[in-house]
Every structure is written in C-alpha cells, then in structure tokens.
C-alpha cells in the first residue's frame, strides 16, 4: 500500500486542500462529477485544459446546473489525473478552484482528518496511482467512469 498525506486549509470550515499547483480544491464526498469553478480562462489557458462539449447539464448545487467539459491533467498529492474530464462552471463564487469528486477516489482508502487538518490517503497495491476519469453522457444522463490502469472502469 501507498500513502500519502495532504495539508487541509485551516482557515476554512469546509476540508480546503492546496494542490501543488497552488490550486485550492474542495473535497466533496457527496459529489459524482468534478467541477471546476475557478474560471475558465484560468483551465483553459492556465492549465491547457481542453474542451470537449459545451453546455451540458449536471445535477448539484442544489438543482440542475450547466458548464462546459473539458479535459485536463491534475494531480492530488501524489496521484495522477491524465485527461481527466471535469465540468467548469462560472456560476458559483467560493473560495476554491475546483471541486475533488468521491468518484475521484473510487477504489482508495481516505480519511478527512478534521481534527489534525489533514487528507489521508491509501492507495490499496493492486490500485495505481495513475487514475483514468472520463464523463460519459448515456442518453442525456451523465456518468463518471473511474479506473486506474489495472481495473476495468466503474460507475
């Protein structure tokens, strides 16, 4: 098993971790897709994101909310998103970039320490820490599609 540790931001009431990026991430357990909401010229010229569709509809927030799709490559601590799908939208103003989805965890063992401000992870040996995540649009429902590497993809 792989470990690995993440600081959570203090100041926050909510589990806030800072990416090596710099980027504030909101770890939401309840989550299904991964948004980002820090603005899209940030994803798309900051971090070369790409798009992929326009204007697709997801549910969260408290209702149905829209963005755009694109794909980019980000890293939590010492795991890896290639090509990771992830929704922007500008509609929302909150003091982090981008929403960390369950989904973006499937198969992994994690831990939100309140207490110690701190984001645990296990990575379990037969899991890697290359993750694949793709969102899938199945007659106007949308699914996230989570491997890494040697497990097929899940919903």
């Known amino acids: 098993m792989k470990q690995f540790t993440l600081d959570l931001d203090k100041s926050q009431q909510r589990p806030i971790v800072m990416l090596q990026t710099g980027l504030k991430a909101l770890l939401d357990t309840g989550a ?7 603005g899209e010229t940030v994803l798309s010229e900051g971090l070369g994101a790409e798009l992929v569709r326009k ?14 799709l694109y794909k980019v490559t980000i890293q939590v601590g010492d795991l890896m998103y290639p090509n990771m799908h992830i929704v922007a939208s500008d509609a929302f103003d ?8 369950a989904t973006m965890f499937a198969h992994l063992i994690y831990e939100i320490d309140d207490y ?27 699914y996230v599609l989570c491997n890494s590497g040697e497990n097929s993809f899940t919903r």
Do not use: Q
């Open 55 to 68: 204007n697709i509809s997801f549910t969260g927030f408290g209702g149905i909310a829209y963005g755009n």
């Open 32 to 38: 299904y897709i991964p948004v980002w909401v820090g």
């Open 94 to 101: 909150v003091p982090f970039h981008i929403i960390l989805s």
């Open 116 to 142: 110690n401000h701190k984001f645990n992870i296990t990575v379990p040996d037969n899991e890697s820490m290359i993750r694949n995540l793709r969102v899938v649009d199945k007659n106007g429902k949308l």
